[in-house]
């Protein structure tokens, strides 16, 4: 299960016969968040601003995924954008108010919660992996005791992605997804399907801050972080990041699915093509499966109000104490362009940092989970923040790339 899209895009699969429904919302509704997160009316002429990002949402619908939405939030106001269907069947259209897995952006959550743990004094991100998990990563060429939590966050542990393993990506393949969608995963077997394979690289040669190294975007780091915080608190995955970040926000449309296969509504239908290529491909309809297959790394649910929330608060420094959000931010040079990126990226904790252009640059995150592909970005204040959503996993990643860029590149 892929949360990677590939720079160089995805071919289409389907012209969907309805098309972009091209509506521009200024939204008054009620927030997700406290009081204080309501949003205001946009004036006319901030409307008029966000014609060329809604003429990009038209596009991607145009190109044949079935709907897009997006929320920017500045201090100006906030403007919902959406195009396309949310349901192919009835053509009914998305809405910015639905309910969708975000995929790998769910990291920057887990991150977050880590952090906040060390913060109440709980675990080191020094700290090894062999200390807290004993005995999990084993096999030749692993040294668990030289790997620790914060070579999970950034990434540079060299332990092997299990969502890179050919015999678990077919099981999710075409017709074997209806087969196996409702399978239970423990983190356990997840990071077994790693451990089968060496690891691409010892953590002493990854990058750090300032030293360009070896990274590579791994799942796996992101299970066995979910499996710290559970050893950390006593408690589940779902329990911390209630206590540490939903509860606290005020998410009132984020959850933890744990092992329910179910989108809670509102929702749209989420589609894929199952790692299928060419025009040929059928789409799936693939909105319930069992999130254990992504566990910590990518089960979340969310809608674009609260993701946009989180985000902003997370980088305005109200959710984190000083030192930990030094550390989040502390980031490192990435090596290619795995995990939804550049290479001219760099990346924290649980958190990238996106060169969009030459002198442009924006914090956030981006994950694609069979059916649902998110990006979530924010200026380094959060003053300015936008997540979109498609509810389909193939297309050209250069339209989500514009859609950003005009909103963060063309001010």
């Known amino acids: 299960m892929s949360h990677r899209q590939s720079s160089r895009g995805l071919p289409i699969a389907l012209a969907v016969a309805a098309v972009a429904l091209g509506t521009l919302t200024a939204t008054t509704a009620a927030p997700a968040g406290p009081p204080h997160h309501a949003p205001s009316r946009l004036h006319p002429h901030s409307q008029v601003a966000h014609a060329k990002t809604q003429a990009v949402l038209n596009e991607i619908v145009a190109q044949g995924t079935p709907g897009v939405i997006a929320q920017v939030r500045d201090p100006r106001g906030v403007w919902d954008g959406r195009a396309g269907v949310g349901d192919l069947s009835a053509e009914r259209p998305r809405s910015t108010g639905e309910k969708f897995r975000i995929a790998s952006v769910t990291k920057t959550f887990t991150a977050t919660v880590l952090l906040g743990l060390e913060a109440e004094g709980r675990i080191s991100l020094d700290d090894s992996v062999a200390e807290w ?55 356990q077997e997840l990071v077994d399907i790693a451990l089968a394979h060496p690891p691409n690289f010892q953590p002493e040669q990854g990058s750090r801050p300032g030293r360009p190294g070896r990274w590579d975007y791994s799942d796996t780091n992101y299970v066995l972080a979910g499996m710290i915080v559970e050893k950390a608190t006593g408690g589940t995955y779902a329990q911390a990041v209630e206590r540490l970040v939903i509860r606290p926000l005020g998410l009132r449309g984020t959850s933890v699915p744990g092992t329910s296969p179910k989108l809670p509504a ?35 649910i969310s809608t674009v109000e609260d993701v946009n929330t989180f985000l902003s608060k997370l980088l305005a420094g109200e959710l984190l104490p000083p030192a930990q959000q030094r550390q989040l931010l502390d980031a490192v040079h990435v090596d290619g362009d795995k995990g939804h990126g550049s290479p001219q990226d760099s990346y924290g904790l649980g ?17 694609m989970i069979p059916g649902s592909a998110t990006r979530t970005l924010a200026s380094a204040d959060g003053r300015r923040v936008m997540t979109m959503n498609r509810n389909g996993d193939w297309g050209e990643q250069r339209l989500e790339d514009a859609a950003v860029e005009t909103e963060f590149c063309e001010l």
């Open 351 to 367: 958190i990238r940092h996106f060169k969009l252009k030459e002198g442009c640059w924006a914090w956030g995150h981006g994950g």
């Open 133 to 187: 998990l004993p005995g999990v990563v084993r096999g030749k060429g692993y040294r668990p005791g030289n790997i620790t939590v914060r070579h999970l966050l950034n990434h540079t542990s060299g332990i092997f992605d299990y969502n890179m393993d050919e015999g678990f990506r077919a099981l999710y393949a075409g017709d074997e997804f209806d087969r196996n969608r409702h399978i239970r995963w423990s983190p």
């Open 266 to 300: 509102p929702h749209a239908r989420h589609y894929s093509t199952l790692f299928e290529d060419g025009p040929a491909a059928k789409v799936r309809d693939v909105t319930e499966f069992s999130p254990t297959v992504a566990f910590s790394a990518g089960q979340m």
